[in-house]
Nanobody, 119 residues
Framework: QLQASGGGSVQTGGSLRLSCAFS????????MAWFRQAPGKERELVAN????????YYADSVKGRFTISRDDAKKTLLLLMRDLKSEDTAVYYC??????????????WGQGTQVTVSS
C-alpha cells in the first residue's frame, strides 16, 4: 500500500526528492513518516507529519535541510532533501501509523529506496 521512490546517487551538497505513493485506505487519520537505516546502524526516524493537520517533526540531524510534505490529490508523501551529506546515505523507508497509536507503532511500511551521497 506504500510505494517509495526517488532515491539515487548524488554528490555532497546535492538534492533529492523522495516520494511515497499510497493506495487502498485513506490516511487522513494517520501520521506519515520517513525513516532511514544506514549500514550497521539502527533505523531512525527522519521526519513525520500528521496527514490531516501537518505539524511536521524533524530529527535534529536533518532539520533545516529536509522538508516533509503531502499531496492530497496525488495521495503522495514527499521528502525534499537538500544540502545532502555523506551521513545521509541510507535506505529510506516511508511508513504510517494511526494518530492514536503508540508513537513507535508504525504498522504500514513501504519498501526502501537507496540514497547514496558521495563527495
Amino acid at each position: 500500500q506504500l510505494q517509495a521512490s526517488g532515491g539515487g546517487s548524488v554528490q555532497t551538497g546535492g538534492s533529492l526528492r523522495l516520494s511515497c505513493a499510497f493506495s487502498g485506505r485513506a490516511f487522513v487519520n494517520y501520521v506519515m513518516a520517513w525513516f532511514r537505516q544506514a549500514p550497521g546502524k539502527e533505523r531512525e526516524l527522519v521526519a513525520n507529519i500528521y496527514w490531516s493537520r501537518g505539524n511536521p517533526y524533524y530529527a535534529d540531524s536533518v532539520k533545516g535541510r529536509f522538508t516533509i510534505s503531502r499531496d492530497d490529490a496525488k495521495k503522495t508523501l514527499l521528502l525534499l532533501m537538500r544540502d545532502l551529506k555523506s551521513e545521509d546515505t541510507a535506505v529510506y523507508y516511508c511508513a504510517a501509523r494511526h494518530r492514536a497509536a503508540d508513537t513507535s507503532n508504525y504498522g504500514f511500511w513501504g519498501q526502501g529506496t537507496q540514497v547514496t551521497v558521495s563527495s
